[in-house]
């Protein structure tokens, strides 16, 4: 079973979420990780959230190997990222600085049209929808013929781990956005976990630890809130 560690301190990491982002944090040093470009999605108010339970992380090494594969990191304006599997090293405060740099420049970059400028994205507009809504009718013919051999397919990164408090930490992404739950089945008994009730594309679920022998289904659904995709996953 995988147990991520802190690059700079060694300690336990704890996985946690924010909005539809899931990532890790070290209770010890500060520290925080994100999986390879996880850290984009995340906003200038998520980031401030962030703050309020992470401060400030110090960054003494020159050095560091990451938590997920072992390659080494490289320092940049972020902190440091891996040079194998993209995932990044960072703290709150190099967070924020980040996503006010981010919205500072698309402030900067984004004038207001002039009317050609407009008439001209009017009529792309309307070729796009026209070429996006040929795609659905295309798309839609595939689908059907593709939705069983794609189903296990969706969930992807399955991922399961010791939390410090003796939990178990499972996290998994999906190729499109699905509410989310889990069935736990221990000696006959069942128990149904909501991971998520709206569409996301990461998904966190901490339980206590499970007998053994327990199954664990994963259960995704539309946004019908229809069920649309089950898969089995082994629990150590």
């Known amino acids: 079973m995988n147990i991520m560690k802190c690059p700079q301190c060694n300690s336990r990491y704890e996985p946690t979420s924010i ?11 500060n520290s925080l990780w994100f999986d390879n470009q996880e850290v984009q999605y ?14 400030s992380a110090r960054f003494t090494n020159k050095q560091y190997i990451c938590p ?5 990191l490289e320092k940049n304006e ?5 040079t194998r599997c993209g995932g990044e090293l960072t703290d709150s405060k190099r967070l ?8 500072e420049t698309y402030r900067k970059t984004h004038t207001l049209f002039s009317f050609s400028q407009l008439k001209s994205s009017v009529i792309l507009s309307l070729v796009a929808v026209f070429i996006f809504v040929n795609y ?8 059907r013929a593709t939705l069983q051999s794609e189903a296990t397919s969706q969930i992807q990164n399955i991922r ?15 190729k499109k956005a699905y509410s989310s739950e889990a069935v736990v089945v221990t000696d006959n008994k069942q128990k149904t976990y909501t991971i998520n009730e709206s569409p996301r594309f990461s998904h966190l679920l901490i339980i206590d630890t499970p007998s053994r022998h327990s199954a664990l289904t994963i259960i ?17």
């Not at 997920?68 to 080494?72: E, P």
């Open 42 to 55: 995340v906003s200038l108010n998520e980031a401030e959230t962030i703050a309020h339970t992470s401060p």
């Open 96 to 103: 924020i600085e980040m996503k006010k740099t981010s919205v």
């Open 136 to 143: 659905l009718i295309i798309h839609s013919f595939q689908e």
């Open 78 to 82: 972020q902190g440091f990222q891996c």
């Open 160 to 174: 399961i781990e010791n939390t410090s408090d003796q939990k178990l930490a499972i996290v998994f992404t999906t």
């Open 68 to 72: 997920r594969c072992q390659a080494m």
């Open 220 to 236: 995704l659904k539309d946004k019908d809130g229809q069920e649309a995709i089950t898969r089995q996953v082994s629990l150590p």
């Open 19 to 29: 909005g539809s982002i899931v990532y890790w944090q070290c209770h010890t040093c």
